[in-house]
């Protein structure tokens, strides 16, 4: 029901989103230089590996310096990468995932290889699903690079307080999976953009 679910609104997301697909390409290319898309290795369901495909946002060279983005303010986001991350609109792209089966709608945000390599096998559980373009977590640490910023080392708070969190918000979805539990995130996530 769910995959039925995520094909019928990313379909209709892509077709109501194309101008906006469109502005936002000619918005990066004006920018800066390089590609319009980024796409990045990320784990998917059962731990197999997959492009994550985003609006380029940041510095074409962004990942040599870090794989995580610590503050709002960080000098490798570009000013229309500013603009998209404020409102998620660089998450855009990851419509094309959905309709791939790579990921779904709802469900956890997947990582990069450098952090599921940390889980303990409880945590593991959270690669049993399709990760989401939005969920419970997401909600939660809307704001996570304010609160990153404000640590002495941010990787080693992400990997040690907001990823174990987010892995146990998640797990709570994933425990109880229901159409009324997709739709409730999904409102509270345009609720939380539109802010």
Do not use: W
């Amino acid at each position: 029901m769910t995959r039925i679910l995520d094909i019928l609104i990313a379909l209709a997301c892509l077709v109501i989103f194309c101008p906006v697909f469109i502005l936002l390409a000619i918005r990066i290319k004006l920018d800066t230089k390089g590609y319009v898309f980024y796409k990045q290795k990320r784990i998917g369901r059962f731990g197999k590996e997959f492009f994550l495909y985003k609006f380029r946002s940041m510095r074409t060279d962004a990942d040599k310096e870090s794989l995580l983005t610590f503050s709002d303010a960080d000098t490798r986001i570009t000013n229309s990468g500013a603009f998209m991350r404020k409102y998620k609109l660089d998450e855009l792209p990851q419509l094309i995932n959905v309709l791939m089966g790579q990921m779904s709608m709802v469900g956890p945000r997947p990582e990069v290889k450098k952090y599921t390599d940390l889980y303990n096998a409880e945590q593991q559980a959270v690669l049993n699903v399709r990760p989401g373009i939005t969920d419970v977590a997401s909600i939660t640490y809307y704001n996570e690079n304010s609160l990153l910023e404000q640590q002495d080392n941010p990787e080693e708070y992400y990997i040690n307080h907001i990823m174990p969190d987010k892995i146990r918000l998640n797990m709570v979805y994933i425990n109880n999976p229901s159409v009324y539990n997709y739709f409730r995130i999904i409102l509270l996530t345009i609720k939380a953009v539109c802010k």
